[in-house]
């Protein structure tokens, strides 16, 4: 069965600092990889998906992240995070199942 | 492109009462979307599954007597919430697939009083 870890429930980073939200699957065959984000009281918008091909996958709002089979992982990372990216995010391991997410804040 | 237009964004309403919520999609046809509820500091739960023309296909235990949902065209679903009483106090939200990913409507804040 499809499954998805988002080790992480809640990470606090300062304003300017670097980012890796981790996401773990399991899986059988290559996956659908997505990153959601949902600022509070928001619906959730699509950062990046990994379908196939180049396993280092560039987002919108400088978000990236890398497939690596070897680990079983597609961590979201950001060189620089700004205070308007404190929000939950979410790596579902399919289209319509969504774990607990991992909050993100951000100090100035 | 690919816009999910969800309204109302905030409803009050009495105890009793049916609430409806409209979920469409702008610049696509959609002949699937999906109607989640977000509990305060939770994830997502996906609450059915909506097909154009068709039957909705509810996860279980969610009721589909209370939660009524229609797709009757490509662009529109919605999720009515029939009798509402408090506990139905929630924030839902729709999407719909555009075969590369799914976009979501901005959400709908429900409370009941």
């Known amino acids: 069965a499809q499954s998805v870890t988002q080790p992480d429930i809640h990470i606090t980073v300062s304003e300017g600092a670097s980012l890796e939200l981790r996401c773990n699957y399991s899986?059988?065959?290559?996956?659908?990889l997505f990153w959601y984000v949902q600022s509070p009281g928001q619906g959730l918008q699509l950062l990046l998906k990994y379908f196939s091909g180049d396993t280092l996958v560039q987002g919108i709002k400088g978000f990236e992240a890398e497939f690596k089979r070897s680990q079983s992982s597609f961590n979201l990372r950001k060189p620089s995070v700004h205070w308007s990216d404190a929000a939950e995010y979410f790596c579902?391991?399919?289209?319509?199942?969504f774990g607990t997410g991992t909050r993100l804040q951000v100090f100035p | 492109g690919a816009v999910v237009s969800q309204h109302p964004s905030r409803v009050i309403c009495k105890s009793g009462t049916s609430v409806k919520i409209e979920c469409r999609s702008l610049?696509?046809?959609?002949?699937?979307m999906f109607w989640y509820r977000q509990f305060p500091k939770q994830s997502l739960m996906l609450m059915a599954t909506?097909?154009?023309?068709?039957?909705?296909?509810?996860e279980q235990g969610v009721e589909k007597d209370k939660f009524l949902i229609n797709h009757a065209s490509l662009t529109l679903s919605t999720l009515t919430v029939t009798s509402a009483h408090p506990e139905d106090s929630s924030f839902y939200i729709c999407?719909?697939?555009?075969?590369?990913?799914?976009?979501f409507g901005s959400g709908t804040r429900l409370t009941v009083v």
């Open positions: 909506s097909n154009e023309g068709s039957k909705a296909t509810y």
């Open positions: 899986y059988g065959a290559t996956p659908y």
């Open positions: 579902p391991p399919d289209k319509l199942i």
């Open positions: 999407s719909a697939d555009r075969g590369y990913g799914y976009t």
């Open positions: 610049d696509f046809q959609a002949t699937t």
